[in-house]
C-alpha cells in the first residue's frame, strides 16, 4: 500500500475540506456534482462578520485611551482580542471551504469529458496517513 504522509496536528476547515474533495470528487455522480454546485458562500456568516468587524472598528474608534475611562469592550483584556481574530479567520476560512465546494462541482459539471479522462489515466490514489499513525 503506498501512503503520502501529510503534516501532523489538526487541520483547519478549509485544509480538511480541501482534502476530502480531492480524495472523493471523481466519485460523485452528477445530481451531488449539483448539490455542490448551487452552493453559495454563507451570506449569512459573511454579513455577521461584516457587522462584527464594523463593531469592532467602531469600539476602536470610541476607544480615546483616556486612562480615567475603561477601555472598550473587547479590547479591555488584549488576550481577547486575539480569540475574536481566530474566530474571526475560522469563519472566514469555512466560506473559503464551502467556495471550493461549488468551484470545484461547477468545473466538474462544465468539464466532465476531461475529468472523466484524466480519472481514467490515473493511478489509484495513495491512502493518506498522518505522521506518526500506523497501518489500518
Given at each position: ?136
Amino acid at each position: 500500500m503506498t501512503t503520502t504522509t501529510r503534516p501532523a496536528g489538526i487541520p483547519d476547515i478549509y485544509n480538511a475540506v480541501q482534502e476530502l474533495w480531492e480524495a472523493g470528487a471523481d466519485n460523485l455522480d452528477k445530481g451531488v456534482l449539483e448539490w455542490f454546485a448551487g452552493s453559495e458562500p454563507d451570506g449569512v456568516t459573511l454579513r455577521n462578520l461584516a457587522d462584527t468587524v464594523e463593531r469592532l472598528a467602531a469600539l476602536a474608534i470610541n476607544d480615546t485611551g483616556d486612562s480615567s475611562k475603561p477601555p472598550c469592550g473587547v479590547f479591555a483584556n488584549s488576550g481577547n482580542v486575539g480569540v475574536l481574530l481566530a474566530t474571526l479567520a475560522g469563519a472566514m476560512r469555512g466560506v473559503a471551504a464551502l467556495t471550493l465546494l461549488r468551484d470545484g462541482a461547477n468545473d466538474r459539471l462544465l468539464h466532465p469529458d476531461f475529468y472523466a479522462a484524466i480519472s481514467a489515466a490515473a493511478t489509484p490514489a495513495p491512502k493518506l496517513k498522518a505522521r506518526g499513525g500506523g497501518d489500518e
